[in-house]
């Protein structure tokens, strides 16, 4: 078939009536259909950004409030202690010394440091996450019955070890945010230069960045 023919054929496929229209009527749509499919390949790259920020801030809160709980823990038992060492002789006896501070919420804070300990290691690439000052093991079953002293300082040992991982979360979770940001910051420059090569495209989509 002909040049003059094929040009027909795509212009009916096209729904553009006239195969006969001026080039720069063609070129236009062409641009205008670009254009368009440039600005639903950007919003949907910032709905996902959006959402993955979403995810994260809702981390990053949950890490923040964990770490005061950490933190206000590891205080009482360090007061414990201190009490305790004041008052050796009650040491060994009476209801307090022969349970574990944390009692019953022991093994959830175990699989919770378990957890965070998982998600670093997978963010991290399979690489060794740094072991931390104070040299505490990763979280291990308690002995079945150990001393109140070793049973404390066993507990002071893993809350550290978890303050310390929800450290590096946040830490990890407020970079990824940033990160966001500046991804997000640069799609919305490429959506506004996209959409300047075709001025007549300019429509309600243009507020939504405003």
């Not at 080039?23 to 259909?33: F, I, L, N, S």
């Not at 994260?56 to 202690?81: F, K, N, P």
Request: charged residues 25%.
């Amino acid at each position: 078939p002909s040049a003059a023919g094929a040009v027909a054929c795509r212009a009916r496929e096209l729904g553009l009536g006239d195969a006969h229209r001026a080039p720069r009527a063609r070129g236009e749509r062409r641009r205008h259909t670009i254009t368009n499919g440039v600005d639903c390949d950007l919003l949907k790259q910032m709905k996902e950004l959006e959402q993955e920020k979403e995810v994260l801030l809702q981390g990053l809160e949950m890490m923040a409030r964990g770490r005061d709980w950490y933190q206000q823990q590891l205080r009482r038992v360090q007061e414990r202690q201190r009490r305790l060492g004041q008052s050796s002789a009650r040491a060994g006896s009476g209801p307090e010394a022969s349970t574990l501070p944390l009692g019953r919420l022991l093994p959830k804070v175990q699989e919770v440091a378990q957890c965070l300990a998982e998600l670093l290691s997978a963010a991290c690439g399979g690489r060794a996450l740094p072991s931390s000052s104070s040299g505490a093991p990763r979280l291990a079953p308690a002995p079945a019955s150990p001393s109140a002293p070793g049973r404390q300082q066993q507990t002071i040992l893993m809350l550290k070890e978890q303050n310390r991982l929800l450290t590096q979360e946040v830490t990890s979770k407020s970079e990824r945010i940033t990160q966001l940001e500046q991804e997000k910051s640069a799609l919305i420059k490429q959506l506004f230069e996209a959409r300047a090569l075709s001025p007549q495209d300019a429509g309600p989509l243009d507020s939504t960045f405003i």
